[in-house]
């Protein structure tokens, strides 16, 4: 994730520069998030993935969203499992968290078919 890259005007046109700024980590960290594992904060709550990679069989992640805590697992489901969403136990209808109070600790598990 570099800080800038040089333009056409410059004598080594996209040539990219401060690619290890601590500024980069942070986009590091939401490029993987996001991009390999699929969960992202919307306006209504945190996108989750709704299918894993072929040679997954699960992962766990603590994600912070608006002043709560989120800790999710995401797994292939079992024979006889449902696939899906739920929180503290409890099925959703989709793969969007809806937002909770601030200040909540929510347990997540989403099994994937």
Not at 16 to 41: D, N, P
Not at 90 to 100: K, S, V
Request: charged fraction near 20%; aromatic fraction near 10%.
């Amino acid at each position: 994730m570099p800080g800038n890259v040089e333009g056409p005007a410059s004598q080594v046109p996209g040539r990219a520069g401060w690619t290890w700024y601590t500024g980069s980590g942070a986009w590091y960290l939401r490029a993987f998030v996001e991009g390999v594992l699929g969960i992202s904060a919307q306006l209504d709550g945190i996108q989750l993935p709704n299918d894993l990679p072929q040679t997954w069989d699960h992962f766990r992640l603590r994600r912070s969203y608006r002043g709560s805590i989120y800790d999710i697992a995401i797994r292939r489901a079992l024979p006889g499992d449902q696939a899906g969403c739920s929180m503290d136990g409890r099925r959703i209808e989709g793969y969007i968290l809806p937002y909770q109070a601030t200040g909540c600790h929510v347990r997540v598990e989403v099994l994937i078919e």
